[in-house]
């Protein structure tokens, strides 16, 4: 994982050709998203439900292997490189928990308020004065049918709030706060907060090393 202050340039060894790249999530908004960053770029999106790819289990312990196995899979499957990515919250005082199970930590009926109760419970069963340190992290790999892999991380760090406020974005958003903000990513306009998310820090890395 890459440090607090530091965006690491990555290098990549392959670049991603012109034509299909399937987009390996069943997650409609983020197809919706990865759609429009590689549109400018003579990309043709093609997502893993339209080519009725399974949806694999994500078994990986850190992010970047999560991301992997989704996009390796993919490629394997339909012959074409595939972009797949994974995300979540890393709450520092919890040794960065919930991490790679931010979405389970939501239950299966995906409910956020209980996953955002069960942060603040862990939080507050800490001694008084521990710090509300948080970070989301967004790992995006880039898979070939041979193999090959390409992977970027972004990060955005920033405070837990208490109780959560906004109604706009989802997941832990309404008790995320970005450093030097003063609303939490679910007050902000989705046009404020895009550019400065975890996941938009990736792309750019993505679009300057493949692109
Ligand atoms: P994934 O689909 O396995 O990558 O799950 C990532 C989970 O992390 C999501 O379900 C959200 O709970 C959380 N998460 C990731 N990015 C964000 C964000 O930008 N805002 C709020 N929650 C996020």
Request: aromatic letters at 8%; a negative charge; charged letters at 25%.
């Amino acid at each position: 994982m890459i440090g607090e202050d530091e965006e690491m340039p990555r290098q990549a060894i392959r670049k991603l050709a012109p034509g299909k790249l399937v987009i390996a999530s069943h997650n409609a908004g983020k197809v919706r998203e990865i759609r429009e960053l590689l549109g400018p770029f003579g990309i043709e999106p093609v997502s893993a439900a339209e080519l009725d790819l399974p949806e694999p289990e994500e078994t990986g312990t850190t992010f970047v292997a999560n991301a992997e196995l989704k996009a390796l899979q993919a490629a394997d499957l339909s012959g074409l490189p595939a972009l797949a990515d994974d995300s979540g919250l890393c709450v520092e005082a919890l040794g960065d928990e919930p991490g790679i199970f931010s979405a389970r930590w939501a239950g299966e009926t995906r409910d956020f308020a209980i996953a955002m109760q069960r942060v603040e419970d862990r939080l507050a069963a800490l001694p008084e004065g521990t710090a509300r340190d948080a970070h989301f992290v967004c790992v995006l790999a880039l898979a070939w049918p041979d193999g090959h892999l390409e992977w970027f991380e972004g990060r955005v760090d920033g405070t837990l709030v208490w109780p959560p406020r906004g109604g706009n974005g989802f997941g832990y958003d309404p008790v995320f706060q970005p450093l030097g903000h003063a609303e939490t990513f679910g007050e902000m306009d989705p046009v404020a907060k895009t550019p400065l998310t975890h996941r938009a820090r990736a792309f750019a890395q993505l679009v300057e090393a493949v692109l």
